[in-house]
């Protein structure tokens, strides 16, 4: 079964700032089916982005996917305050179907 | 638009059953390609993935609670039912309901809609 690891854990970031977040697969990803998700506080995940680089309906354009193989990365080109959350990788399409990463938090330094 | 919602017990015993109900709407099940799966959180941890069931009826689970859980769908009340058998506290996490990206009958989909989520607690 593949293991996705997400790192770092916690990153402390000011509004404005770029934020790049990795997520790392310890067997190939097929096809490159891989997401983002964003989750607020008391809130649902919400689909970013999909099939590593796709941004999904409605997400702004600084959110932007990257990746292939083993290594994948969320950008965000400039933190808005409304962008402090957890982030977690899946990945999708293999077996089982969706492995989800441990996430990682943004907040605010 | 497409809609989900969770219903069912917060509170649940050790070595009872948990029955969990998802009610949907803005698509419908019989379509080729369409899926709902059940994803949960325990308080302050990572998102799980427990169960997907298709179009066609086929379903998936997560291998290590196989032998727990059920997934069923009933198309005429846009409904899919989770049971989840001999509950423990190591359970209690908010389950969530998600519709499956539908790209096509053979193309995998992420989860781009999520009910609100509804906490259940186990303890006696």
């Known amino acids: 079964e593949n293991v996705l690891t997400q790192s770092p854990g916690t990153l402390s970031l000011s509004p404005g700032e770029r934020v790049t977040l990795s997520c790392r697969a310890s067997?190939?990803?097929?096809?490159?089916?891989l997401a983002w998700y964003q989750q607020k506080p008391g809130q649902a995940p919400r689909l970013l982005i999909y099939?590593?680089?796709s941004r999904a309906t409605g997400i702004p354009d600084r959110f932007s996917g990257s990746g292939s193989g083993t290594d994948f990365t969320l950008t965000i080109s400039r933190l808005e305050p409304e962008d402090f959350a957890v982030y977690y990788c899946?990945?999708?399409?293999?077996?089982?179907?969706?492995?989800f990463g441990p996430g990682t938090k943004v907040d605010i330094k | 638009q497409i809609t989900l919602k969770e219903s069912g017990p917060t509170l649940v015993k050790p070595t009872q059953t948990l029955t969990l109900t998802c009610t949907f709407s803005?698509?419908?099940?019989?379509?080729?390609?369409?899926?709902v799966g059940w994803i949960r959180q325990p308080p302050g941890k990572a998102l799980e993935w427990l169960a997907l069931?298709?179009?066609?009826?086929?379903?998936r689970y997560r291998p290590s609670q196989k032998s727990r859980l059920t997934i069923t769908k009933d198309t005429s009340k846009n409904q899919v039912v989770l049971t989840m058998t001999n509950m423990d506290p190591v359970d209690t996490a908010t389950y969530y309901c998600?519709?499956?990206?539908?790209?096509?009958?053979?193309?995998?989909?992420?989860?781009?809609?999520w009910g609100q989520g509804t906490l259940v607690t186990v303890s006696s």
């Open positions: 998600a519709h499956r990206q539908n790209s096509g009958a053979t193309v995998p989909g992420p989860f781009d809609y």
């Open positions: 803005g698509f419908s099940l019989t379509t080729t390609g369409a899926g």
């Open positions: 069931i298709y179009w066609d009826d086929d379903k």
């Open positions: 067997q190939r990803v097929f096809s490159n089916y």
């Open positions: 099939g590593a680089s």
């Open positions: 899946q990945q999708y399409g293999s077996t089982p179907v969706y492995i």
